[in-house]
C-alpha cells in the first residue's frame, strides 16, 4: 500500500495502526529483564548495520529528495530530509553515544525506611510504548528508536510522507538487525503507510501508545496537541532569540551569531530573532551586518535596525509584525534594536516558542537577570543557540525538546523517556 492510498478505509486504517501499535506493546515486555549490556550490543550491531547498509538508505532517500524538490519543500525542510554517508555515519554514532551512556532502568531516583519499618524505592521503568509523529527528519527515526530501547521501551514511527522511502529503509534495517539479536521486530515499528489517517489513529491508541511526541512544525505539533487522547509531550518550535547586550565583547558575539544562524538553518536551535542593546547598536550593526550579508542571511529589520544598516551591504527587508514569531528555518533573520534588558525580556516574554534564548555580555547582573527571568526551557549566557541539542549536553542523543513544562522540558534523553515505579517492602506490615 502506498502512503496516500485513498482506497484504505478509515476503520480499516485504525485497525491496522492499533495492531501495530498493540504488536509493539507485546513485543516491549520482551526488555523487561534485558540487563544494559545486551541492549548495548543490540545498539552497537544497529550502528554498524546502518554504515553497512547506507547505500541502500542513500538510494531511498534519494526519490524522497526528488519528490521534495518536485513538490517546492522548503529549504530549511530539505537539509533535514537529505542524507549522505557522513550523515548515517552521524546519526550511527549517536547509537554508539547512547550506549556509552548508563542504564537509566532500574536506577533508585530516591527511597527510605519509614519508621514502621516498611521500605519505600522509587525506581526508573521503561514509559512502555512510545509513539512519534515527525516530519522530513529521517535521523528521528534511529535516535528514538535507539534511546527507546536503551530506555527500555518500544516505539511507533509516523515520519511523515516527504521521508517515506528514507524511513521504510531504515526502519527495515533496524529491525532485520533485532530479528538478528534474537529480539522482536517489533519493537521497532513504522506506520509511514497509512499517511495522515495512520497519524490520526496513533493518536486515539489510548491504551496501546503510552506517551506521544510530535516532532516537526508548529501545524504538526498544534495538531497533535489537540485532537491527541493519549498523553502527549509537547515538543515546541524554534522561534530563538540571541540578546547582545551593551557589554557585550563584539568580536566574540560575531562568531556566536554567526554560528548560531547559518551553522545549520532547518534546526530548531538556529537563531531566528537577534535582538541588540542600542548603547551597541551602531557598533555591532557595523561588525555583524555585512558578515551576516556576506553569508547570505536576509535581515527583517525594525526602523532602527534599517537606519544603522544603510550602505552596509546586508540584505535587508523591514521587518513586519508577524517577522518576530516566525521559526523562518532558512537563511532569514529578525533584527530589532531594543532599549534596555527590560525591553529584550519583554520582547522575548511577547515572542518566544520557549525553545532556547542567549545573552551575550560580560555584565554579570544581567546575565542573572537573563538566566533567572527568561522562561525558557533552555536559556544560555555567551554560547551558541546551537549547543541546545542533546547530544551537545552530553544525553547521547535525543528523542525531542520539550518546551512544556511537565514530566521533561528542554532536550530529552534517556531519563526524561522513563518513567517511575514505587517499590514497597515490608515484612507483614498492616495498616493500623
Known sequence: MSATDAAIAPDAVTTAVHAAARAAQDAQRHLAHLHRERKDEVLHAMA??????????????????????????????????????????????QLLDAAALPDPVGEVVRGSTLPNGLQLRQVRVPIGVIGMIYEARPNVTVDAAGLALKAGSAVVLRGGSAALHSNTAIIEVLR?????????????????????????????????????????????????????????????????????????????????????????VGVCNALETLLIHQDIADEALALIGPALGQAQ??????????????????????????????EYLSLDLAVRVVADLDQALEHIRAHSSGHTEAILTRDLTSQQRFLTEVDSAVVMANASTRFSDGGQFGFGAEIGISTQKLHARGPMGLPEITTTRWQVIGQGHVRP
Open 48 to 93: 554498524e548495520a546502518l554504515v553497512a547498509q547506507s547505500g541502500q538508505i542513500i538510494a531511498a532517500n534519494a526519490r524522497d529528495l526528488e519528490a521534495a524538490d518536485a513538490a517546492g519543500i522548503s529549504a530549511g525542510l530539505r537539509d533535514r530530509l537529505a542524507l549522505d554517508e557522513q550523515r548515517i555515519a552521524a546519526i550511527a554514532q
Open 176 to 264: 532485520q538487525v533485532l530479528t538478528a539479536q534474537g529480539l522482536p521486530a517489533d519493537l521497532i515499528v513504522g506506520i509511514d503507510e497509512y499517511g495522515r489517517a495512520g497519524a490520526d489513529a496513533l493518536m486515539r491508541a489510548r491504551g496501546l501508545v503510552d506517551v506521544l511526541i510530535p516532532r516537526g512544525g508548529a501545524g504538526l505539533i498544534a495538531r497533535v496537541v489537540e485532537n491527541a487522547q493519549v498523553p502527549v509531550i509537547e515538543t515546541g518550535t524554534g522561534t530563538t532569540h540571541v540578546l547582545i547586550d551593551a557589554s557585550a565583547d563584539l568580536p566574540q558575539a560575531l562568531e556566536i551569531v554567526l554560528n548560531a544562524k547559518t551553522q545549520r
Open 297 to 326: 542571511v536576509r535581515l527583517h529589520v525594525d526602523e532602527r535596525a534599517a537606519q544603522l544598516l544603510e550602505g552596509s551591504g546586508a540584505d535587508v527587508v523591514p521587518a513586519t509584525a508577524e517577522d518576530w514569531d516566525q
